[in-house]
């Protein structure tokens, strides 16, 4: 169908439920709807119920956005981005709208820019996703600096931007999301006071002594909490310097946030002529008054309710989705059981549904120990789970939402869900459940999804699980839920013959695929696909093979560079912004007035953004263009460090004997002699070596792939294996030698074994666990397999074939356009300057 | 998660979304780009990246990646396929699919004539 033909649909708001929509719908029908959307915020979707985690630093802005911009040019979706709806001509059938302000707050009455000329987007059907503004209870003076909302990522920013130059802050709301913002604030380091009307904190979800104890709780991680107390005026001239409550008390306080509750943005459904309540009024289907408008989240009214949390809106959505695509056009939405977490960093607290008995025969569980701030709670109701609060341990909550969500018989020993069973079974075991079942209310990820991570995904754990499908990423309460599906279906998972192969395009594992090539004579990665994989060409496969390759042919390997990481092909290491670093080598960390001067030289004529120490004892230049790497080489004169490729990287090394008055043997000269023989060989991964002049260690030799730690007598203890990265294991040790030259034999012995015997990117930890010290000293120093000699011959010829990358690229490039940056094309229509 | 560099959003032009029309841009001598690899072009406002298949195959793509805005132009690319150089989430090249999550990147048809790369905007 041309985009003529199609239906158009039109989104108002480009929040968490009008994204989410649109993602339903183009899952069902990706081909159905020429889609418009308008969204006030200037960003694409975020998920806004992590916004607390932006404020207290934990997460970045950019690690909670859900569909970035291009994700609505991917898929074909016009997103008037900072752009407002302010009406539906009904009659015409258009939506129509304007730019915001630059400044503007986004859920503000105005902001729009009336100069502007309108947008309009034409329409068959419409949604409504307009979502909620916060509620400023009434008060004099909101609005002067230091006054803020809580509601959207740059109110977020502007709260944690003024809070750097605050002592004290107050925050106006002791419900959920003021507890949040308190919270974040703490963690800014600044003094906290929580302002609540009523005389309990989250009334909504809390019974009172819950509530008292939460406030204990609270006050316990150095939040001030007030309640009743009804603040009437904020005091100071230019910015806030206090506030005054009803009573008269004034409490001083260098900035304000007011998080008092939410009401639902309906003006544009009023101002259009539809039905509106609290809410925008919906039937079943999430039908407006107008059969063609539909309205979901926030801002919608459903059988007399509003909801405040996104579980209840994943449920909307679908409908709408199925009832827009066809799919189920008589798809009904029966309203939400509410489950709420408070994502409070030190407070443990979930509330399901009904608090307090309300009907002649509920059930009330509850198990109290106030030393400890722990409450349970639980409301039974014809043996299904009404309500429950978990207060100060949450371990059951996975297990309490799911009973309560799908109305399942509670077992008959109630203690159970409060605590776990005596023995240690699950109460209920996820295996048991459907498919279907919702287990990440926040992000609405089924069971059947998790499942898939696991399974085809081979996720092995709750992080992973969360890196592939958002589970567990929100509240956070199902994570144990996820814990068991991962024991469940991690053990199930069938072993794949590819998990042994060398590379996942070629079908040998390592010894076959070596003999193959020795066999064939094969030089190049692109001779590789040819002969041995039926000439399809495996993107993922290139830079495992070429490294294989050059350790079987070190002289007359074939160097394709596309075969090549980026990093090995400009011989630096990329940076998050695509820039790179650049890491000389410096033998054994010892470096000289001069060098230092060149490298100062260096830093200030490229204006590097950053000079650091390394963790390896050298000196890193960061953020520089790829476009100036071979004139800094040049003008460094220094060999490069390899900080970048799956190769020999450093030797690092303790004063030892020149100066310590420890030192047993030399290790600055041991470490430079290592250094400049096996500089830049390559290997399966990196390999970064340290000496030590005695067994304190003071260069971590025991914990480097390869360690050489002088001992009393005049010796040389040589050790493999070590690591101190994401894992830590002590070297195991292979043999004791008296001289420089049998450590570098021995080094340089092992090095060639594990080029020859490692997987591709098996770090010398596993590599020497694997095969076991008393195996590695059969072979490398009893020679049992009469390989030693071959062994020596060989590392020597890589040794002697090894050249300076940076001194011959920047001398001789690849190609002409081996370091250029993005190309600047000049189109008849290019935009001025770019 | 998924969040390109501001900069990189200007560039791309993606702040407005009014439908462009196509047009064709010259982007020089295909020698420019060695066998198997790819490079940056800024044309237009937005920055592209052009990859040339060892099998001759020429692609066109959005250079930004949608996860977190890494260069394209400095993956590895092969069968159809280019790898993100900074977390390695991989781009079917024919249709813009990224392959385990659910995002595309934008593609346009490029080809050859007399020896250089020309793309259709
Ligand atoms: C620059 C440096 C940090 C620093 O500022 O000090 C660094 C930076 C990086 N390290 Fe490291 N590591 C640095 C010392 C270390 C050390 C300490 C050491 O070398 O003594 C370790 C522990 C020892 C080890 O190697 O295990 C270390 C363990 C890692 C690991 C974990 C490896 C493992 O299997 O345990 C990785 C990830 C990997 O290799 O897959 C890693 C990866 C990285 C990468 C290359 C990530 C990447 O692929 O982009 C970082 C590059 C950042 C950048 O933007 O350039 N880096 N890294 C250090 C450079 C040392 C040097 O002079 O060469
Ligand atoms: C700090 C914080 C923490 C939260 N924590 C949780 C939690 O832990 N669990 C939970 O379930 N819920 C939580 N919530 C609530 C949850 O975020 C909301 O329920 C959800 O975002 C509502 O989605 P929505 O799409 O209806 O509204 P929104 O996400 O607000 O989206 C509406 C969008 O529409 C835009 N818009 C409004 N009017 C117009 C117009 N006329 N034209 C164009 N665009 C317009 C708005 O600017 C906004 O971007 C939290 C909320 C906040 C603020
Ligand atoms: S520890 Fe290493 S890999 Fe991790 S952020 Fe620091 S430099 Fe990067
Ligand atoms: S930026 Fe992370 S994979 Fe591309």
Same mark, same amino acid.
């Given at each position: ?834 | ?10 560039? =791309?032009?993606?702040?407005?979304? $009014?439908? !462009? ?6 982007? *020089?001598?295909?020698?420019?780009? @060695? ?27 959005? =250079?930004?990646?949608?996860?977190? $805005?890494? !260069? ?6 092969? *069968?159809?396929?280019?790898?993100? @150089? ?27 004539? =007399? ?7």
């Amino acid at each position: 169908m041309s985009p003529r033909q199609r239906e158009r649909l039109v989104v108002i708001g480009n929040g968490m439920a009008g994204a989410r929509l649109v993602e339903e719908v183009l899952q069902r029908d990706a081909h159905r709807f020429a889609i418009t959307m308008f969204g006030a915020e200037p960003y694409g979707n975020y998920n806004r119920i992590l916004l607390s985690h932006v404020l207290n630093g934990s997460h970045r802005r950019e690690e909670i956005f859900l569909n970035p911009l291009p994700w609505y040019a991917a898929h074909g979706i016009t997103l008037h981005v900072g752009v407002k709806a302010l009406y539906i001509d009904r009659a015409r059938r258009v939506v129509v709208g304007k730019p915001l302000h630059r400044s503007a707050v986004p859920y503000a009455l105005d902001g729009c820019d009336h100069a502007a000329a309108p947008i309009e987007a034409p329409y068959d059907r419409v949604v409504i996703a307009t979502g909620s503004r916060p509620f400023v209870p009434p008060m004099d003076g909101m609005g002067k600096p230091g006054t803020f909302l809580f509601r959207t990522l740059d109110d977020c920013e502007h709260i944690a931007a003024y809070a750097k130059h605050c002592r004290k802050a107050t925050v106006i709301g002791g419900g959920l999301l003021g507890l949040e913002a308190a919270r974040g604030l703490l963690a800014l380091g600044v003094e906290v006071t929580v302002l609540e009307a009523l005389p309990q904190l989250m009334a909504a979800q809390l019974d009172a002594e819950a509530a008292a104890m939460l406030k204990a709780t609270i006050e316990r991680l150095g939040i001030r909490v007030l309640l009743q107390a009804v603040t009437t005026r904020i005091l100071g001239e230019e910015r806030v310097t206090g506030v005054q409550l009803q009573d008269g008390m004034i409490l001083e306080t260098d900035m304000l946030v007011v998080s008092a509750g939410i009401r639902p943005i309906v003006e544009i459904a009023r101002d259009s002529g539809l039905a509106v309540e609290r809410g925008i009024v919906c039937d079943d289907q999430m039908r407006t008054s107008d059969p063609d408008i539909f309205a979901v989240g926030e801002c919608a009214q459903h059988r007399g309710v509003v909801y405040g949390l996104v579980d209840p809106i994943w449920d909307q959505v679908k409908t709408v989705a199925d009832v827009l695509t066809g799919v189920k056009p008589d798809a009904v939405y029966r309203g939400s059981k509410l489950a709420t977490t408070l994502k409070v960093l030190g407070v443990e607290l979930v509330s399901l549904g009904t608090t307090t008995p309300v009907q002649a025969g509920d059930e009330v569980v509850v198990y109290r120990e106030p030393s400890r701030g722990v409450y349970k709670k639980m409301l039974v109701r014809d043996n299904k789970l009404v309500g429950a609060i978990l207060l100060g341990e949450t371990e059951t909550a996975g297990v309490l939402t799911q009973m309560f969500m799908l109305e399942t018989p509670v077992p008959a020993r109630r203690a159970d869900l409060l605590f776990g069973t005596a023995s240690g079974a699950p109460v209920l075991s996820v295996f048991d459940l459907p498919e279907h079942a919702q287990i990440c209310n926040c992000n609405g990820v089924p069971k059947g999804r998790i499942k898939e991570a696991i399974q085809v995904g081979k996720c092995r754990s709750v992080a992973q699980v969360g890196a592939h499908t958002k589970a567990g990423t929100g509240c956070g309460s199902c994570k144990s839920l996820i814990a068991q599906l991962l024991e469940v279906y991690a053990g199930e998972v069938t072993e794949d013959p590819s998990e042994h192969y060398y590379v996942p395009g070629v079908p040998l594992t390592k010894p076959q695929l070596i003999a193959a090539i020795k066999e064939k004579k094969l030089k190049s990665v692109s001779a590789v696909f040819r002969e041995l994989a039926g000439g399809k060409e495996d993107a993922d496969s290139k830079a495992g093979l070429a490294s294989l390759l050059k350790s079987i042919w070190p002289q007359e390997y074939e160097d394709e560079r596309d075969a090549r990481f980026i990093n090995d092909r400009v011989h630096a290491n990329i940076q998050r912004d695509g820039t790179f670093s650049v890491v000389p080598r410096i033998y054994g960390g010892v470096t000289s007035p001069a060098e230092l001067r060149r490298i100062a030289d260096v830093a200030e004529k490229y204006q590097v953004r950053m000079v650091k120490i390394t963790g390896g004892q050298r000196i890193d230049l960061l953020g520089v263009k790829k476009e100036d790497l071979p004139a800094i080489w040049r003008d460094l004169g220094m060999p490069s460090g390899h900080a970048y490729t799956k190769a020999f990287r450093t030797c690092k090394s303790c004063v030892g004997t020149d100066f310590c008055r420890y030192g047993l043997g030399d290790s600055i000269a041991l470490a430079q002699k290592i250094e400049r023989r096996f500089q830049g060989i390559e290997a399966p991964h990196k390999l970064k070596l340290a000496t030590a002049g005695c067994p304190r260690n003071c260069s971590e030799a025991y914990v480097k792939d390869l360690g050489a730690v002088a001992i009393e007598g005049g010796q040389w203890e040589i050790y493999l294996g070590g690591a101190a990265g994401s894992t830590v294991r002590k070297g195991d040790l292979l043999c004791t030698v008296k001289t420089h030259e049998e450590v570098l034999t021995y080094m340089g012995r092992f090095i060639q074994y594990y080029r020859e015997n490692a997987k591709y990117m098996e770090r010398s930890y596993s590599f020497v666990a694997r095969l076991g010290i008393e195996r590695l000293r059969a072979v490398l120093v009893e020679d049992r397999e009469g390989i030693c000699a071959r062994l020596d011959a060989e590392i020597e010829a890589a040794v002697a074939a090894y050249r300076d990358p940076w001194a011959t690229e920047a001398a001789h490039p690849i190609s002409a356009s081996q370091f250029a940056g993005p190309v600047q094309i000049d189109s008849t229509r290019a935009e001025e300057g770019m | 998660m998924r969040q390109c560099l501001p900069s990189e959003f200007e560039r =791309n032009g993606l702040w407005d979304n $009014g439908a !462009p029309e196509r047009h064709e841009v010259d982007l *020089g001598p295909l020698d420019f780009i @060695p066998p198997g690899e790819g490079r940056a072009y800024r044309v237009a406002g937005r920055t592209i990246a052009v990859f040339r298949q060892r099998d001759g195959c020429l692609f066109a793509t959005d =250079n930004c990646c949608p996860h977190r $805005g890494g !260069p394209l132009a400095d993956g590895i690319v092969g *069968g159809g396929v280019v790898i993100c @150089p900074l977390h390695a989430w991989k781009f079917d090249l024919h249709t813009g699919r990224c392959i385990g999550e659910d995002v595309a990147l934008r593609t346009y048809p490029v080809r050859l004539v =007399n020896g250089c790369i020309v793309v259709e905007l």
